[in-house]
């Protein structure tokens, strides 16, 4: 059973860099049958999709965060991080990676989340 | 970017009812839409993906239909475990998630 589990600093200042690491346990991070995503939820609100990462190291981003968002993979360590910059207090939140079931529909997608790590709490505060 | 609209925001109920939740899509997403639940300090669960299929170890009271633009989440008799909030999620362009409902006790 694949399991997902995020690590990283719980606070990050104004301006820097949020670095976070998605470690995958039970299954390979090579399968070509899932793109690996990170999710972000703050709090008492909804989920906003961040960006995706297929194993051959191929990205596809949100839009309105794709100027600040990098996320990679480490095949090796079976493990993929992400990168937010310039972060503000806006980018407080709780941050989840996912699995996603990879689809065609006329161009490669996600068809469905699952299963998610339990996420990790990302305040940016000075 | 395709909007999912959720309704109602708060559903009221009790043990044992009907619940029925909907979830609007601004534009058509064929039957590419999936249902969660999450309850407090948890992560999102999958219950339904492409509109009507039961994710692993769902019960059989979880079920969902609709096509294009018009989906519903159903559960058929509610137990105290479900009580919790309710994500549609669809993946044109990009995946976005509806904003949620709220299945709380009455």
């Known amino acids: 059973q694949v399991q997902l589990q995020e690590s990283g600093p719980g606070l990050v200042k104004p301006s820097q860099t949020l670095s976070l690491t998605c470690t995958v346990s039970g299954g390979s991070i090579s399968s070509g049958s899932y793109y690996w995503s990170w999710i972000r939820q703050p709090a008492g609100k909804g989920l906003e999709w961040i960006g995706r990462i297929y194993t051959s190291g191929s990205t596809n981003y949100n839009p309105s965060l794709k100027s600040r968002v990098t996320i990679s993979v480490d095949t090796s360590k079976n493990q993929f991080s992400l990168k937010l910059s310039s972060v503000t207090a806006a980018d407080t939140a709780v941050y989840y990676c996912a699995r996603a079931i990879r689809g065609w529909f006329g161009e490669w997608g996600e068809r469905w989340f699952d299963p998610w790590g339990q996420g990790t709490l990302v305040t940016v505060s000075s | 970017e395709i909007v999912l609209t959720q309704s109602p925001a708060t559903l009221s109920l009790s043990p044992g009812e009907r619940a029925t939740l909907s979830c609007r899509a601004s534009?058509?997403?064929?039957?590419?839409l999936a249902w969660y639940q999450q309850k407090p300090g948890q992560a999102p669960r999958l219950l339904i993906y492409?509109?009507?299929n039961r994710a692993t170890g769902i019960p059989a009271r979880f079920s969902g239909s609709g096509s294009g633009t018009d989906f519903t989440l159903t559960i058929s008799s509610l137990e105290p475990e479900d009580f919790a909030v309710y994500y549609c999620?669809?993946?044109?362009?990009?995946?976005?998630f509806g904003q949620g409902t709220k299945l709380e006790i009455k």
């Open positions: 492409d509109a009507s």
């Open positions: 534009q058509s997403v064929s039957s590419y």
């Open positions: 999620q669809q993946r044109s362009n990009w995946p976005t």
